[in-house]
């Protein structure tokens, strides 16, 4: 069963269409990530889904009990959703132990031992319990805050860009506990972000955002390899984009005959090259390298297609990288995927 | 404010056109105007230069000069006022009014631009001087122009309390219009004479508010972009040091020294006969029990406005706001006069009661206290709000949980000030508070009006001492920012 069912949500403020006609499913106790570019509409996505606005259009139901539809409104208070905002936004005025108890009934406030174990669970030293947020490191704000989306067991976490504000190796280690803390308590989770590696490498599912719509809704390694279509290629990840022409499942391109994932139509199509698939050696198509970027573990290094100029970008393991200016012949590793040319 | 026009309404177009166009009311008028205009100049230079000498220099122990050049503020200006006539009754002039508010009023300026200055990145002025500017030029077009808002902000409150102010110009024999308004309705009682009087004072203040407006202007002065500023590179004063410390010295010694002096030497001058502790116990007591009710009420009354203003902006509550805001304009005894003649002519039962002063006290003192809690409520982000929600929390337990705690600070300080400005206020009180009561600033009044100096002299030191808790309470945030 679905923990959490979207059908059809639309949301326009003013005469700007946000939402148009969003439909999701997550499966009880999965990690969704709804990957998008800023403006697409995911975080009025993620408020509409807490309560704190109202679709024009839809429905919305946790665990088959709906909170939004016609004549449904359950107010934010009342849907058990955890949400856990950018930056954390810790109550600054209360300790980390009264924020995580923020949520719980009165009597249960003060309950020792179930502070300790969401703090473990989250990956916080006990001793933060006493602190304020002002005196914990980002990383640790946004755990808390985590622990205090989970503390009163709610149908739905919602995290909302959570790890965009740290920095590059702490965003790593916070997503990793986060996923954790959330796969030990089984919860439902949605997380909103725009960038995909964080998507790719923490949830179950991908819906890609665009225009207001999810064009895509898949598992993390579908959404890479087989992407809906070239706008979904090009922002999961880098990509190469040629024109070619199919027959039954080879693809003819500027870097060859190329074998496809699956089939299709034959006739012209857009050909999906990942630069990691591309090989520099001394087979196959002869092209100059342009420019080269070394980013010490690996390098993206830019040619040029000899003698049609097509400009191809191709990633290399780091070490033996070459220099701009050199002649040398691409070939590619694997099956490519296909979309019909527009 | 209504009750004014009503008043002037009902006093008739042509006897109203013959009670302002007369040379009264224009002497009035030059005096307040030229009083109010030269105060709030000299008041904007003294300020700004001590400020920028506090916080741009190498000024040996900065803390402690800060503190005693804001204290003057914490000293009524009629009790200033008091000091410098009672020590030299030649300073009852128009160049000793210049003097004496100056003295008063100056940290009204001198706060917020070092405030400003303070928190002023370097990074600004270090790119003026790498762009070729001298150190005077960096300041007069990089500097100066990011003061602007503190400076008209502190020049418009220096200029406010000028139109307003009652006791020192009183004690200093300088007739400006609220001095006027009231000697005419203490002598006469005479209702319609002292309405249109306060009616030309009342427009005075909104042309200032509005000249202030006017002048701030739309602009942004917000840092653009990130970064976090770096403590900023002082002047160092060389041989300056022993001049500067000098006239540091002097402005301490003329707006704090004189008038804490002479208050010092008149407790001692009347101590032989001993004090009449009745009367000053009583005068404490009252003048503490309106202070507490006024800052309790007030607080109560602000907080739904502050609250309304920060989280649901609507065109209603904007205008609620602003209206507040131009209440800052009115001085107390036009709020007075306004209250007396509503009593008198709708409420009878009113007149002279404790909950008319409060009344007045809530109209005067709403302003400070929606702007300090407003100031307090934004600082309570509204994603807070929207997590606490979403923990089961309905509104009026987010309101109680989340945004009071929070703005706890803003709350203390705004009934602060309310407590600072009823213990301190003279005119309002002097004209609403019900036959009987007395509080510290009215037993002042009485007796220093009377020339009997020894015998007021009790009476302000024990003002003073009221108001310091308070007042503690106000600088602990400068003090605080001065000690990191």
Known sequence: MSALELRGICKSFGPTQVLNGVDLEVPTGSLTAVLGPSGCGKTTLLRLLAGFEEPDAGTIAFDGRPVFGPGTCVPARRRRVGYVPQEGAL????????????????????????????????????????????????????????????????????????????????????????????????????????????????????????????????????????????????????????????????????????????????????????????VLGKAGVPARVVEVSYYGHDASVRLELVPSGTSIVARTAGGGTPEPGTDLHLSVRGNVPVFPAR | MLYIAVDMVGVGRVEALDLIVRPRVGELLRNTVLLTTTGMLTSAVLGTALAWVVERTTLPARGAWTALLAAPLVVPAFVTSFGWVSLLPSVASPWGALLVVTLAYYPLVFLPVAATLRGL???????????????????????????????????????????????????????????????????????????????????????????????????????????????????????????????????????????????????????????????????????????????????????????????????????????TYLATALPGIVVALALVSFSLQVLEPLYQTTALLLAAYAVLYLPRAVVSLRAAVSQASPVLDDVAHTLGAGPWATTWRVVLPLAAPGLRVGAALVFLGVVTELTATLLLAPLGTSTLATQFWAESSQIEYAAAAPYAALMVLVSAPATFLLTRDVRRANAL
């Open chain 1, 91 to 278: 109550f600054p005025h209360l300790t980390i132990a009264d924020n995580i108890t923020f949520g719980l009934p009165r009597r249960d406030r003060h309950t020792g031992p179930a502070l300790t174990r969401w703090l473990e669970l989250v990956g916080l030293d006990p001793a933060v319990a006493v602190r304020y947020p002002h005196e914990l490191s980002g990383g640790q704000q946004q755990r808390a805050a985590l622990a205090r989306a989970l503390a009163p067991d709610p149908a739905v976490v919602l995290l909302d860009e959570p790890f965009s504000s740290l920095d590059a190796g702490l965003r790593e280690d916070t997503g990793r506990a986060v996923r954790r803390a959330l796969r030990a308590t089984g919860a439902t989770a949605v997380l909103v972000t725009h960038d995909q590696g964080e998507a790719l490498s923490l949830a179950d599912h991908v819906g890609v955002m665009r225009d207001g719509r999810l064009v895509q809704v898949d598992v993390p390694d579908t959404v890479y390899r087989r992407p809906a279509d070239a706008g979904v290629a090009s922002f999961v990840g880098g990509a190469v984009l040629l024109p070619g022409t199919l027959s039954g499942s080879v693809v003819r391109c500027a870097l060859g005959d190329l074998d496809t994932v699956g089939d299709g139509p034959a006739g012209d199509v857009h050909v999906l090259v990942r630069p990691e698939q591309i």
């Open chain 2, 121 to 323: 990145d370097p990074a600004l002025e270090e790119t003026a001087e790498a762009l070729g500017l001298s150190g005077a030029a960096s300041f007069a077009r990089v500097v100066l122009p990011q003061l602007r808002p503190a400076l008209l902000g502190g020049s418009l409150l220096v200029g406010l309390h000028l139109l307003s102010e009652f006791g020192a110009l009183q004690l200093l024999r300088v007739d400006t219009f609220t001095t006027a308004i009231y000697d005419q309705y203490t002598s006469s009682f005479s209702g319609p004479a002292s309405s249109t009087l306060a009616a030309v004072l009342l427009l005075l203040c909104l042309l200032l508010l509005l000249a202030e407006l006017r002048l701030r202007g739309a602009r942004r002065y917000a840092k653009v972009g990130g970064g976090t500023a770096r403590s900023v590179r002082r002047r160092p004063l060389g041989r300056a040091v022993a001049p500067v410390l000098t006239a540091l010295a002097g402005v301490v010694v003329l707006g704090l020294g004189v008038p804490l002096g002479s208050l010092a030497r008149w407790l001692a001058v009347g101590s032989p006969d001993g004090f009449p502790t009745r009367p000053l116990a009583t005068a404490a007591l009252s003048s503490v029990a309106l202070g507490v009710a006024a800052a309790v009420l007030v607080t109560v009354l602000a907080l739904p406005v502050a609250l309304l203003a920060v989280r649901h902006r609507s065109r209603l509550t904007s205008t609620l706001e602003r209206t």
